[in-house]
């Protein structure tokens, strides 16, 4: 990985709308601007130019109750309190550091029109269908914290990608996962499965390439 250091809040969200990135390790606390602030400022810079939202995963030393809504709130995809393990930082990072954060930057940025991610749909149905095998997973092992971080990743992006529907579903599975419902989660899930699945016919997705245990 390519990696760049900024100072404060304030160098990160200049440093992000002049540069390419794939995904954002966030501090919360940091001098002249923090990182809650910093990532509603990204986010709202993404809106105004109808980007895809580039995963922001969130760095706290504190684990307050609350530091987890405040920054998925703020638009952190990620929630990690510190000191941080390796092997969950890079598992994290192996989750969300997908092709589609700078290549939809490189992609828009060489497009005539900002609004047209046509060309990156296939790929994001296809990462659609990577979370809710993911998702199947961790709801067989009652893992409610990853099905909640990767709901509310698919509620953030489905707008952003043109599908408003892939965001109401996956609000409807976040807010299953939220009340602890194993058969409203699992609903949830083969909703959101069936209507990727058409959606992938629509733009010429292969079924073949669908995720074992995804309908």
């Known amino acids: 990985h390519r990696i760049d250091i900024a100072e404060n809040g304030a160098i990160a969200c200049t440093m992000f709308e ?7 390790l966030m501090d919360r606390q940091m001098p002249v601007m923090d990182g809650l602030t910093a990532t509603r400022a990204i986010r709202a810079w993404e809106l105004s130019l109808q980007r895809p939202p580039v995963p922001i995963i969130a760095l706290t030393a504190a684990a307050l109750k609350g ?36 290549l939809a930057r490189k992609q828009v940025l060489s497009s005539a029109t900002v609004n047209d991610h046509s060309d990156l749909v296939p790929m994001y149905l ?5 979370n809710l095998a993911a998702m199947s997973a961790a709801l067989e092992r009652s893992d ?4 909640l971080l ?10 952003a990608y043109g599908f408003p ?8 599975l976040e807010a299953a996962a939220e009340a602890d419902s194993p058969l409203a989660i699992r609903a949830a899930i083969d909703a959101l499965s069936a209507h990727i ?14 995720v074992p245990g995804i309908s």
Do not use: W
Request: charged letters at 25%; one cysteine or more.
């Open 150 to 159: 990767l709901a509310h990743r698919m509620k953030g992006s489905g707008s």
């Open 67 to 102: 530091d987890r809504e405040a920054c998925l709130a703020a638009g952190c995809s990620a929630f990690l309190t510190k000191p941080v393990k390796e092997d969950v930082l890079l598992e994290t990072i192996r989750g969300y550091a997908t092709p589609t954060g700078g």
């Open 165 to 172: 529907a892939i965001t109401d579903l996956a609000a409807t």
């Open 18 to 24: 002049t540069g390419i990135y794939d995904l954002v």
């Open 197 to 210: 699945a058409g959606l992938g016919e629509l733009v010429g997705v292969d079924g073949d390439q669908g």
């Open 144 to 147: 409610l914290e990853t099905l």
């Open 126 to 130: 296809l990462n659609c269908r990577d």
